[in-house]
Structure formats: C-alpha cells, structure tokens
C-alpha cells in the first residue's frame, strides 16, 4: 500500500503553547487529507477533511481557530493545535486518499500529544 | 443517524478461529472496510468489501451483507500478534468514513 508519514510520533509540550503535526503521503498524490482524534478506547474521531489548495472543513464541535490545518501541497498537510492545553492531550493520526479517488484511506502512524 | 455497532471485546484461544460482527446503519453505503490497530499505533487496512459475499485474504476473510446492514472478520490460525483493536468503518454516501468504536480481541495461549 502507499507510504503516509506523519511527524513527530511523540511530543510533550507546556500549556499554552503550540504544536505543528506534518503529514506527508511519500508516493502518491493525496488530494484528501483527513485528521483524527483519538481518546484512549475510544474510536477514530474525525476532526476535519482537507482539499489541497482549498480550506479545510471541520466537524461539529471542533474549533477551527484552534486546530488550524494548512494543505498547501498534494503531498503535505499540517495540523496546529495552538494554546494547547491538557485536555488537548490525545493521539492525532492522519490519513489520505489518492487522486485516482482510490477509496482506501492510507494511515500515518500517529502523534501522541501531551500537554501539561 | 449514523450508526455502527460491533463487539466491545473478544477472547479467543491461539490458534482457533474468531468472528468479529460489524451491523451497521448510514446514509448510503459505498463500501465496508476493515482495520487493525495495536495500542498506540495507527490502524493498518486489512479488508474492503462493497459487494455482497466473502473475500479471503491468507488467515483473514470479510463478508457482507447490504440488505441486512452486516459484516463479518474472520480470524483463522490466530496468533498471539493477533491480539489488537479491529474496527468497522462504513463509506457513506457523502464518501465520508464513519466508524465503529472498534472491537479488542484479546488472544490467550
């Protein structure tokens, strides 16, 4: 299957601070970028889809000021969780879907965010 | 709405077989995938089904079921590296993935 990166797996950071996730598909052109949220045991929680070159359109409930995502390239998406605080503190994981339309969504591995 | 529902947890022994049940209402269906996630880790795609009946892929297999709404992952010759999340997801009408809360199949020696 395609390669999804995303960077970095881990990161710990003060409160009120901000923290910059990439998400990159390494051999294929990923014109739909997804991000997820994840609580321990709990399912996959859609946050926002992303169209290259165009804004990104978020679920009920998220805060697009604070969970601003940047799709300038058909390779690259970014999610910025800014003045995170602890209850930000979860495991975000991206995936995208190629340009042939390809229905597979492909997985980056994930960041665990901890914010104290 | 939208609903998916599956197992919350399974046990199954090394080296038996396991059926995990996905039932599932959305608003249209343009295909049923299957998932495997380790704790920590991202889910890694094992099937995808849109059309009725079964598709076998080495230890694993997944059916389904349009006009009853209903899927099925089979396990066989399972393994300890088995033991993981498995998670239903739908591609609804709007080709948006809607998932279930996923079931922890837990394999004991």
């Known amino acids: 299957g395609a390669v999804v990166s995303q960077h970095p797996s881990r990161v710990i950071c003060k409160s009120g601070t901000s923290v910059k996730i990439e998400c990159r598909s390494l051999?294929?052109?990923?014109?739909?970028m997804f991000w997820y949220r994840q609580f321990p045991k709990q399912s996959l929680m859609l946050m926002a889809t992303?169209?290259?070159?165009?804004?990104?359109?978020?679920e009920q409930g998220v805060e697009k000021d604070k969970f601003l995502i940047n799709h300038a390239s058909l390779t690259l998406s970014t999610l910025t969780v800014t003045s995170a605080h602890p209850e930000d503190s979860s495991f975000y994981i991206c995936s995208a879907r190629d340009a042939q339309g390809h229905t597979e969504a492909f997985f980056g591995q994930g960041t665990r965010l901890t914010v104290v | 709405g939208q609903n998916i529902d599956q197992p919350t947890e399974m046990t199954a022994t090394e080296g038996a077989i396991v059926q995990i049940n996905c039932t599932y209402q959305?608003?249209?269906?343009?295909?049923l995938f299957w998932y495997q996630q380790h704790a920590g880790e991202a889910p890694t795609f094992l099937s995808y089904n849109v059309l009725d009946g079964l598709e076998e892929k080495g230890r694993f297999s997944s059916f389904l079921s349009r006009s009853k709404g209903y899927s099925y992952l089979l396990l066989k010759e399972l393994q300890m590296k088995d033991s993981a999340s498995y998670l239903c997801a739908v591609l609804d009408s709007n080709y948006q993935l809607i998932w279930g809360a996923g079931t922890k199949l837990i394999i004991k020696p």
């Open positions: 959305t608003s249209g269906f343009n295909g």
């Open positions: 051999d294929f052109q990923a014109t739909t």
């Open positions: 992303s169209n290259e070159g165009s804004k990104a359109t978020y």
